[in-house]
């Protein structure tokens, strides 16, 4: 079963740095566009970064822009979102998805086909 499977969630303090990885298992993020979202309790699932298929071209959440950073590499199918000066507002689990081939970055949730688990990330003040 095809899956994409997320890591490098967990608890820290506010200001601290974490990086998530979203590996493809039986899917390949080559040529496919990259999504990062996040879902806190009791909100609904937000977007929060985005790149294109060939990683060229990035797009970003106003409320993570400057610390956060989606990156991939494609000799080990995974892409990444590393964040830092983490606040207690991005305590959530975030997911990784795959996006349409040969596209742009998408920030609608409808544009991906594919969805990781998740990883919880806690930020304690």
């Known amino acids: 079963q095809p899956r994409l499977v997320e890591s490098g969630g967990g608890v820290v303090q506010a200001g601290d740095s974490l990086r998530l990885s979203c590996v493809g298992s039986?899917?390949?993020?080559?040529?496919?566009?990259m999504g990062w979202f996040r879902r806190s309790p009791g909100k609904e699932r937000e977007f929060v970064a985005a790149?294109?298929?060939?990683?060229?071209?990035?797009i970003y959440a106003d409320s993570v822009k400057g610390r956060f950073t989606i990156s991939r590499d494609i000799t080990k199918n995974t892409v990444y979102l590393q964040m830092n000066s983490l606040e207690p507002e991005d305590t959530a689990v975030y997911s990784c998805?795959?996006?349409?081939?040969?596209?742009?970055?998408?920030?609608?949730?409808?544009?991906?086909?594919?969805w990781g688990q998740g990883t919880q990330v806690t930020v304690s003040s």
């Open positions: 039986g899917y390949t993020i080559i040529r496919r566009a």
């Open positions: 998805a795959r996006g349409p081939q040969m596209g742009g970055p998408k920030s609608s949730i409808s544009a991906y086909s594919a």
């Open positions: 790149d294109s298929w060939d990683g060229g071209s990035t």
